[in-house]
């Protein structure tokens, strides 16, 4: 038993020696990589952020920022109601941005095929209560 715990120690001292090794050859483009995420993921935080502003068919104060798992919920017309110009929502959009080759993640598609399959409701709740009034699609 003595003899394995020694040559564990063994493996182990050699293991962590050779990973130092690795760690200072390779510590250049581990840090090059770290900065190029690092980049990508300021990018997109920023395009977030922006992209509402670049989108015209669309009034800015209409759209609301929920940033995970959906990036926007955008209620078209609700600033016209608001300045009395109108007095009807369009329609509602769930919007995610993306940028460069990022995709839609799993929570993120599940999303999308709710709204696909006409799972979607409004809801109203009221804790005095304790009850939900529910009003779906079919509705």
């Not at 090059?32 to 015209?56: C, F, K, N, W, Y």
Request: hydrophobic residues 35%; positive net charge; aromatic residues 8%.
């Amino acid at each position: 038993l003595k003899r394995l715990y020694n040559q564990e120690a063994e493996i182990t001292q050699r293991f962590n020696e050779k990973f130092e090794a690795w760690k200072v050859s390779n510590e250049a483009s581990i840090r090059s990589d770290a900065v190029s995420r690092s980049r990508s993921v300021i990018r997109g935080q920023a395009t977030e952020h922006l992209a509402p502003l670049t989108m015209p068919s669309v009034n800015i104060k209409d759209f609301r920022f929920i940033g995970n798992p959906i990036d926007y919920l955008v209620f078209c017309g609700a600033s016209d109601i608001t300045d009395k110009q109108n007095d009807q929502i369009e329609k509602v959009i769930l919007l995610e941005i993306k940028s460069g080759k990022s995709k839609l993640n799993k929570v993120q598609r599940r999303i999308r095929d709710a709204v696909k399959e006409g799972r979607v409701e409004f809801a109203i709740y009221n804790p005095d209560t304790g009850l939900t009034k529910t009003t779906t699609i079919e509705e």
